[in-house]
């Protein structure tokens, strides 16, 4: 069987059980603390020489990391990844932009503010990665204004990438008053009957 080694309450690792459920595929899932410091152990740095969570142990041993290479993995041959180039490129293309623009912003804001308790000497940060996060969530509104999902008119990995953490944002600071088209989208992603929730 699969097992995921993650933490309920990142939404890196919150992806991969998302698919999971959504693909409705059984899994173990292994719990790694982070906080303690688990993700440098010997043992599981030989998981992931990178120290990070998710990691997708498969039936043969071999160890995937990287949340959204899992996503595109486990997606495979579903109707959550197009198989047309154009619009395989653009759920790429989302997902680069959730690494590059929105994750180290939306996440780490919500790291600061929720895992660290606004410590004094990160609040000048938090306040940095609250104006670029902004900055993220307005290119995902005028998408999102135009069709029902990321690409185009059905559900996909690029959904589940920025589903994420967008939908916990406002555990970072974020008020998504002024992105209507984002809440809807949001809707949209939980009314999936084999929705799961982060702590679900
Ligand atoms: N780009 C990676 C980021 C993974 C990541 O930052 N994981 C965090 C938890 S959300 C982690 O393992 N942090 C522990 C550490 O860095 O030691 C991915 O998408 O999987």
Known sequence: MLKVYG???????????????LLDKPYQWGAVDILKGETQSETFLV????GKIPVLELE?????????????FLAEGSE???GEPRLRTQVLQWQFFEQYSHEP???????IQLYQGMPE???EEHGIRLARGYKALKVMEQQLLRTPYLVGED???????????THVAHEGGFSLEAFPAIC?????????????TMLG
């Open 121 to 123: 000497e990160r609040r």
């Open 105 to 111: 912003n939306v996440a780490v804001a919500r790291f």
């Open 60 to 72: 043969d041993g071999t160890c995937l990391w990287e949340s959204n290479a899992i996503l595109n």
């Open 7 to 21: 933490d309920y309450r990142s939404g890196n690792c919150y992806k991969v059980k998302l698919m999971l459920h």
């Open 47 to 50: 998981k992931n020489p990178n």
């Open 80 to 82: 959550f990844l197009p």
């Open 155 to 165: 559900y996909s990995i690029a959904d589940i990438a920025l589903y994420a953490y």
């Open 184 to 196: 809807s989208w949001l809707d949209r992603i939980a009314s999936h009957p084999r929705h799961v």
